[in-house]
């Protein structure tokens, strides 16, 4: 009996406890959410930008997205979407008298940064001021303070401009040394995603390839920068290979910043610039606070215009934050098309590709959606292999100048393992098979002649219904899309040249051909798919985020690395997917 009331008393201490916490947890939401209710603008605000956290497509609902409940700060990122109509907003917001670049590392990649800059240079419009100031500018960040009306640069600080490389990572050492041999299928010279398993460097045509397109994304940069700051390309360009923002004196004679100042500085010329009098504190206001008091009126009768966000590696199955589920999108699409108050819609597509088949399944509903209603793509930073598999049927294709795309090809990868297993760790196998191919997939012996055949047929029958859905839907010769497909990569520049896409310019230009193709005098848009319920993503993000943020503790700049060999160890199969990631620093 005493045992019973020992095990009686610790239980109900336990529910208390949980209770106790459960109850802390919730008041910190209720906390945290009455907080925000209460954001509003004052006059002669500044709105702040710094772009420090992750950039998605879109906004969490989760508001407890980036919550860290260990000193219960909040990191929670702001998505493309809200910081472009917030810099819209503000442009015509009477309390807002301009906005601060608070500047040192930019998060996103050029296709983002440059939306974010294009509107950036519309808000300049409205004639008031933009600022930059940081204590250092990586390369992205100067991308965006490039425009500023003055750049002022501690002056113990550097502008970190020394142009673009491509980084790739090589397995076939490691592979070797574990005695994992690779089984490569592959069609298309340029179709390099299977290449770090073949060689140690990267081959003639991959390194052609990646000379072309990461020099048009340079040539755009050093284009876009040289029209802001009132210079030449030759000139910028000489100041990437001296190295000449290596320090804040070089930094100011090759007339990269406008001044050097220390932060008090700043903060004083900024209260001169607002009238605000010396004593008095400078109203600051970040982006994600200023995003809460935009009022988005909506004319609920107009007609509606459906943005599907199309993120991530491409899979079967349902989408999470990281990838995007064939059944997911697909159903988005189909639910759009057969929505009679929805009149076009709007794919936004940001992803470097992955299964060919999820990527048929989502293809074949872009097909159907065409032909009930206007469909129009709209590119984010990548949208490569089967990022442009989906992107392919649209009646207009829109890109960034930087965007990533094409690499119109497939492979096949998978691992043969026996000899890492038999000789590392002297396990064998042995199997029995009721058919001659009952085997195939198994990763602890070689592929036969017979079954490796069979793969190659299946790549290339593959590829052909690739280049043959690209050449319908750009309304091109098979032939043609052969030529520049092979899996070779392009900017958007010279796909737009290629015919693969058909105009350059962001989300808001898509929208923009959407409305114009439906024949809309006005609309209103809505995201899709929807976003889980708060309740419904909180315990389902608890455990991934906890995990990520560990692993990005532990490893430090090394989880891009992790992240990368993760994913090339899950990738079997046949891919539609992009050679690799491209790191811009």
Known sequence: MKQFFKFMLASMAALFVSGFI????????ISSMATEKEVGVKD???????????????????PLEGFSFADLSNEKSIGLNDILASINSAAGDPQ????????????????????????LLDFKKSKKFIYAYSEGYSQRAYYLASLADKIYLYPEGEVDFHGLNANLMFFKGALEKLEIEPEIIRHGKFKSAVEPFMYDKMSPENKEQTKVFIGSLWNQYLTDIAASRGTSVEELQKTADNLSGRNGKLALESKLVDQLAYYDEVIDILKQKTGVSENTSLNFIDLKKYSKTITRTKDFLAPKIAIIYANGDIVSGKSDDDQMG????????RKARKDSTIKAIVLRVNSPGGSALASDVIWRETILARKAKPLVVSMGD????????????ANKIVAQPNTITGSIGVFGLMFNTQKMFNN??????????????AGLGDMNYPL????????????????????????DGRKMLVSEVDSIGQGRVW???????????????????????????????????????????????????????????????????????????KAALENQGVQARIPYSLDIR
């Not at 670049?101 to 974010?116: D, F, H, V, Y």
């Open 326 to 333: 064939s059944t997911t999108i697909a159903e988005a699409i």
């Open 491 to 565: 900017s958007g520049t010279d796909a737009k040249q290629l015919g693969l896409v058909d105009e350059l310019g962001g989300i808001d230009r898509a929208i923009e051909i959407a409305a114009q193709l439906a024949k809309l005098d006005k609309h209103r848009e809505i995201e899709m798919p929807e976003q889980k319920e708060f309740f419904d993503k909180l315990f389902e993000d608890l455990n991934a985020e906890a995990s990520t943020k560990t692993l990005k503790t532990q490893l430090g700049p090394l989880y891009n690395d992790y992240v990368r060999v």
């Open 424 to 437: 590392k760790l002297g396990i064998t196998f042995d199997t029995v098979k009721t058919a001659r191919m």
């Open 382 to 393: 990548y949208a490569a292999s089967g990022g442009y598999y989906i992107s392919c049927a």
């Open 22 to 29: 459960l109850f802390l947890f919730f008041m910190v939401l």
């Open 96 to 119: 807002i008298d301009g906005i601060y670049l608070n500047l040192r590392n930019a998060s996103g990649s050029m296709a983002t940064l440059e939306e974010i800059r294009n509107a």
């Open 448 to 471: 036969t002649a017979e079954e490796r055949a069979i793969m190659q047929e299946s790549v290339e029958d593959i590829y052909g219904t690739f280049i043959q859905h690209v050449a």
């Open 44 to 62: 002669h605000s500044i709105l702040e930008i710094s772009l420090s956290t992750e950039i998605k497509e879109r906004s969490s609902k989760n």
